[in-house]
Antibody
Framework: EVQLVESGGGLVQPGGSLRLSCAAS????????MSWVRQAPGKGLEWVSA????????YYADSVKGRFTISRDKSKNTLYLQMNSLRAEDTAVYYC????????????WGKGTTVTVSS | DIQMTQSPSSLSASVGDRVTITCRAS??????LNWYQQNPGKAPKLLIY???NLQSGVPSRFSGSASGTDFTLTISSLQPEDVATYYC?????????FGQGTKVEIK
């Protein structure tokens, strides 16, 4: 069974850092681009970042560029999102998904992990 | 960035009604348009990919169509389990962008 499990969310102060993880199983992880999508409380979906299967190509939303870094570890079948200089507006549920870049849709999603940025 | 405009933002229809949701792109996106369904507190679920392709396991009452920069999601016969928020999303160019969502309720 294809499965994605996010972890690493929590409460962090403005200006702080957090690293999210997404453990993948049930498919050949390195063959697929992966994405992060977030949803602020009561709001719609916002694509955050994507990474190619090889990890060579990465893309970011303007709202997080320069603060967030997406990466992946083939040996651990895990996707990461390093989030620095966090702001209140980064408060959201963060989902990882299979898809992105030249894989033109996101067909498998994790259940999400909640990030709250507050003092 | 490509802007995706969905309409309506919400709708209420009766069980068995035909429901249509529209999404308009601010520029050409070819057919790179996907539709997702999201129930409250749950992750999004892919319904339609690349404008007209039904994702495996999705009921056939869901369908997608395209005309230029206008895209449509149709539910041919609304069922109680279809109560959800629906989002369109373009994958033509980065950054990928979503529509603002359409909340569907039962009348």
């Amino acid at each position: 069974e294809v499965q994605l499990v996010e972890s690493g969310g929590g409460l962090v102060q403005p200006g702080g850092s957090l690293r999210l993880s997404c453990a993948a199983s049930g498919f050949t992880f390195s063959s697929y681009a992966m994405s992060w999508v977030r949803q602020a409380p009561g709001k719609g979906l916002e694509w955050v970042s994507a990474i190619s299967g090889t990890g060579v190509s990465t893309y970011y939303a303007d709202s997080v560029k320069g603060r967030f870094t997406i990466s992946r570890d083939k040996s651990k079948n895990t996707l990461y999102l390093q989030m620095n200089s966090l702001r209140a507006e980064d408060t959201a549920v963060y989902y990882c998904a299979v898809g992105g870049i030249s894989y033109y849709y996101m067909d498998v999603w994790g259940k999400g992990t909640t990030v709250t940025v507050s003092s | 960035d490509i802007q995706m405009t969905q309409s309506p933002s919400s709708l209420s229809a009766s069980v068995g009604d035909r429901v249509t949701i529209t999404c308009r792109a601010s520029q050409t996106i070819s057919s790179y348009l996907n539709w997702y369904q999201q129930n409250p507190g749950k992750a999004p679920k892919l319904l339609i990919y690349v404008a007209t392709n039904l994702q495996s396991g999705v009921p056939s009452r869901f369908s997608g169509s395209a005309s230029g920069t206008d895209f449509t999601l149709t539910i041919s016969s609304l069922q109680p389990e279809d109560v959800a928020t629906y989002y369109c999303q373009q994958s033509y160019s980065n950054p990928w962008t979503f529509g603002q969502g359409t909340k569907v309720e039962i009348k």
